[in-house]
């Protein structure tokens, strides 16, 4: 049924241990192990390799070249980077609320790792294919709103409280027409379940289907992850960092992290979404033009981030309640209507 | 019944986009602002006690720390005080070879102003643009003096070497390339919505209260007042060129912005006639080697890219000047920020600090 | 359309992604530095110098510090020409005094360095290790 190279490997990885140990729950358990550490590892990787990319290109647009010393053609700077955050002086200012502030950075990390389980990266190949898949990945993206406010609070200086509350305003106006701009997709696939939607973008993919839908979700999503030119959580000119500012070392390492697996989360979300997920020609497999696309979704997000300055707070949000809320439940008025008129015919 | 308070946000010497080190106490509600008050004396440097204590020619050089970033206009406007006071007549080439050069400044001081203005809204993509137009100009000032920023090329009778043909080439070169580099920020910034959302209508200054603040230059012009020194006193040669004074209408964050791009137009119009009707002759009047100018006083200003810059010397008939004193535009533009900033955002009033380009080494002095 | 600006600054950044770039690859490239340029120590030329301390005189910032001895001839003998780079401005008045040109700059600007004293140098002696230095290699 289901075909591709990953997902024979891991049947016959399965076959292996079901006959090293006999006991079917503890295969599960080590199978279930396995992947969610290959998944830390892409986390990982994302991050580090993003680190440097993110840096080229912005080079590139800036008409220079970024980092070229460090190893050939600079591609070990983001290890110099680590290896820089690690030996910093670990600053803890004072009058804070001290297990909001340490606990801040962690649990910002756990829903950007946590919905790399969702995702389909071939045919079968997901860890958790719940059939309530993008539901449940919508409801944890609305939990990084809780960290950043808890950073923002007890930072106990005046630039993170301005970025706090700008985060709960900015990412909770948002999370309504994200919501709605999706619910076109599942009116179509009529299943939440993330296998289900990329199986039904086999013939037409969902960008040709709904145009609308793709507009206000990329604006959406650069607003989710805190990109420019939506970056006001930590305008760096007006308030330096918002909620991190307090932070250094290997604190602000987590939250570095944590945005930039948030960038490839979003450009995974984009493919599987709209632009076809695994689907591709047969030269090659499945998971090759599932990485293909994802990447120029995240090219594309940045070569927007690097363009364009910054938005006001009230121009934002009265642009997200007034604009793209309307436009998308026109949108699910319009694909009902389509689904309608598709059924009848 | 939820209760709200004000609270005093201290954007510090240190900040991202304070123009160099000024601290602003904005007071907000919310993310509204209530007031702005600029607290200044961060880079005070002395520099009106320390030319009490030179000879006039030993001034000079510190008159390009004032407005660092355009540094020809304030040797010019300290060297013509001096002409004034002494008597001295300069000749014609070293005076068109002065307007090229302080035009050329003005030119290198707006893409600090974009370049300063597109970081502070978000887009460091500018700032790198900006500043790659601008190491042109500092080149081409590499060439006519062997420095980049403190030029210390205009002295008091003239210019201190002649101007090679190899600047009044590359010069030319670089005035062909204005008008595409103007096309390119048009399309990146002035044409951008986002842009143009955060600037149009935010920061007003009436014509009323610039003229009540005393402010000069770009931002009086921004408000609607026809002021402009170069047309006004016509001084050196300005008087023999052909130029426009743009203005704008409702005084706000964009015309402020359009003003300086319409200037750079203009002083690349203006630079092109010099190039074109450079006169012979020599470069230095005739100068006495020990400079005593007779007793008194004379002022005189002269169009600096953030206003008018004046120079009161009063001699007492000895090599070192008695007393000097700036009239720093800057100074007298940073006054408006309080209204500027009154019943806007927080983001506006960075947009507003980087509009009024004021410059630290100038209001400190 | 609202956005049409949006676009066109996308393609003007794209653009520049795929052109030219302007970095200079530091220290295998240098970029040259023009005839006038300021910058650098003092190359000091003893046959031209006389002695008369005008450079002294005429810098603003008291940054030269000549020492020069007279003997029984009535000649004048340079011994010290100490410039303090900590004090000095860049701004050439030394050399435009100087009646027969005998100071310029050597237009050498990589003397950075971690010690505080390596700002006080003396021109006259550097000036005669040169000369040795090309005195050697001839």
């Given at each position: 049924m289901h075909s591709g190279i990953l997902y024979s490997l891991g049947q016959s990885l399965r076959e292996i241990l079901s006959s090293l140990i006999g006991v079917p729950i503890l295969v599960d358990l080590l199978m279930t192990i396995i992947c969610a550490t290959i998944l830390l590892l892409i986390m990982a990787t994302s991050a580090l390799v993003f680190t440097l990319g993110e840096r080229k290109i912005c080079a590139f647009i800036q008409v220079r070249i970024g980092p070229n010393r460090v190893g050939p053609g600079g591609l070990l700077q983001s290890v110099a980077d680590m290896l820089k955050l690690m030996d910093k002086e670990d600053i803890v200012p004072r009058g804070i609320d001290k297990w909001l502030w340490v606990l801040s950075p962690i649990l910002l990390l756990v829903p950007s790792a946590l919905i790399y389980a969702f995702f389909p990266f071939d045919d079968g190949v997901i860890l958790a294919d719940v059939n309530v898949g993008l539901f449940l990945l919508i409801a944890i993206t609305s939990q990084t709103v809780l960290p950043f406010l808890m950073g923002g609070y007890a930072s106990n200086s005046k630039y993170s409280l301005i970025g706090g509350m700008r985060t709960v305003a900015q990412m909770l106006g948002y999370e309504v027409p994200m919501v709605f701009a999706l619910m076109g997709i599942v009116m179509i696939t009529g299943s939440l379940k993330m296998s289900a939607i990329v199986e039904a973008q086999s013939d037409v993919w969902f960008i040709v289907l709904q145009p609308l839908a793709f507009l206000i979700y990329i604006i959406t999503a650069l607003v989710e992850s805190n990109r420019p030119p939506f970056n006001i959580v930590e305008g760096e000119s007006e308030i330096i960092a918002g909620p991190f500012t307090e932070y250094t070392g290997m604190r602000w390492a987590l939250f570095f992290l944590a945005e930039f697996s948030n960038l490839m989360c979003i450009g995974i979300l984009t493919t599987t979404l709209f632009l076809g997920g695994w689907h591709g020609p047969d030269f090659l497999p499945g998971f090759c033009w599932f990485w293909i696309k994802t990447f120029l979704c995240v090219l594309f997000y940045q070569w927007v981030g690097w363009t364009f300055p910054r938005a006001r707070v009230d121009s934002m949000l009265s642009f997200g309640w007034k604009v793209l809320l309307p436009i998308a439940l026109i949108n699910v008025l319009l694909t009902g209507v389509g689904i309608y008129v598709y059924n009848v015919m | 019944m939820a209760q709200t308070e004000k609270y005093v946000l201290n954007m510090g010497p240190q900040h991202p986009s304070t123009h160099g080190v000024l601290q602003v106490q904005v007071e907000l509600d919310g993310e509204n602002i209530v007031g702005a008050k600029p607290v200044m004396g961060y880079l005070h440097r002395g520099i009106e006690k320390l030319m009490e204590s030179r000879t006039y020619v030993q001034c000079v050089p510190f008159?390009?720390?004032?407005?660092y970033v355009s540094a020809m206009n304030n040797n010019l406007g300290f060297c013509m005080a001096v002409e004034k006071l002494a008597g001295i007549e300069v000749p014609e080439r070293a005076e068109y070879i002065r307007v090229i050069c302080a035009e050329l400044n003005r030119i290198a001081s707006h893409h600090v102003f974009i370049g300063s203005l597109t970081n502070d809204l978000g887009s460091a993509t500018g700032m790198i643009y900006a500043f790659r137009d601008r190491e042109k100009i500092l080149d081409l000032f590499n060439i006519i003096c062997g420095a980049r920023m403190t030029a210390h090329y205009i002295r008091i009778g003239g210019v201190a070497a002649d101007a090679q043909d190899e600047f009044l080439r590359d010069t030319q070169k670089f005035i062909d390339y204005v008008p595409e580099m103007l096309d390119e920020y048009n399309k990146l910034f002035s044409g951008n919505e986002i842009f143009q959302a955060r600037m149009k209508k935010t920061s007003i200054i009436t014509k009323e209260m610039a003229l009540k603040f005393g402010m000069s230059g770009p931002n009086i012009r921004a408000s609607g007042v026809d002021y402009d020194i170069r047309k006004i006193d016509?001084?050196?040669?300005?008087?023999k060129f052909d130029f426009e004074v743009p203005l704008g209408k409702r005084g706000d964050n964009w015309d402020r912005y359009m003003i300086r791009m319409k200037e750079i137009a203009e002083s690349a119009k203006i630079i092109q006639q010099a190039l074109d009707n450079m006169p012979e002759g020599p470069y230095m009047a005739k100068v006495p080697k020990v400079l005593r100018p007779p007793k008194g006083d004379a002022y005189h200003r002269v169009e600096n890219t953030r206003g008018e810059l004046g120079f009161y010397i009063v001699s007492d008939g000895s090599t070192k000047p008695y007393r000097v004193h700036i009239r720093r535009p800057s100074f007298v533009n940073l006054q408006a920020l309080d209204t500027m900033c009154k019943g806007m955002l927080l983001a506006d009033a960075v947009t507003a600090f980087a509009t009024i380009d004021p410059l630290m080494g100038e209001v400190d002095c | 359309m609202w956005g049409k600006g949006l676009i066109t600054g996308m393609k003007v950044t794209w653009g520049h992604w795929f052109g030219k770039k302007e970095t200079v690859y530091y220290p295998e490239e240098k970029l040259p530095m023009t005839e006038r340029f300021r910058g650098g120590h003092l190359a000091f030329d003893e046959k031209k110098c006389i002695g008369c301390k005008l450079c002294a005189i005429g810098c603003p910032n008291a940054a030269l510090d000549l020492t020069v001895s007279v003997d029984e001839d009535k000649k004048r003998h340079m011994e010290a020409y100490v410039h303090q780079i900590g004090r000095c401005m860049y701004c050439d008045l030394c050399i435009e005094a100087c009646p027969t040109k005998a100071i310029t700059w050597d237009k050498n600007y990589e003397f950075a360095s971690y010690f505080k004293e390596d700002m006080t140098y003396d021109a006259l002696v550097e000036a005669r290790n040169r000369r040795g230095d090309d005195e050697r290699n001839d």
């Open positions: - | 008159t390009d720390r004032l407005d016509k001084y050196g040669a300005y008087g | -």
